[in-house]
C-alpha cells in the first residue's frame, strides 16, 4: 500500500514537470525522519507521503547531494 502511494506521489509530481522523480526517491524524502525517531504509526505514514510538497521533496534532494548521501539512480 505505501509503494503504491510513493508511486502516486510521484506521478504527481510529473504532472508538474518533475519527471525523473521515483516512488522510491519519494519514500526516501519521506523516511528520512523516520531513521532519527522511528516509525510512526501508519496513518502518520500515509499522511506524511499524501501531504509532501513538491518544495520539501526538492530541499531533501539538494541537501542531500550538498552532503553527498545521494542514492546512485
Known amino acids: ?3 503504491d502511494l510513493c508511486r502516486s506521489k510521484a506521478e504527481e509530481f ?3 514537470g518533475y519527471e525523473q522523480v521515483t516512488g522510491a ?3 526516501e ?3 528520512d525522519k523516520y531513521h ?3 516509525t510512526p504509526a501508519m ?3 500515509v499522511n506524511d507521503i499524501l501531504s509532501l510538497k ?3 521533496f526538492m530541499n531533501y534532494i539538494t541537501l542531500n547531494m550538498y552532503r553527498g548521501e ?3 539512480t
Open 1 to 3: 500500500m505505501l509503494e
Open 54 to 56: 513538491v518544495t520539501q
Open 36 to 38: 532519527k525517531k522511528g
Open 29 to 31: 524524502c519521506v523516511s
Open 43 to 45: 496513518h502518520q505514514v
Open 70 to 72: 545521494l542514492r546512485n
Open 25 to 27: 526517491d519519494v519514500w
Open 14 to 16: 510529473h504532472l508538474i
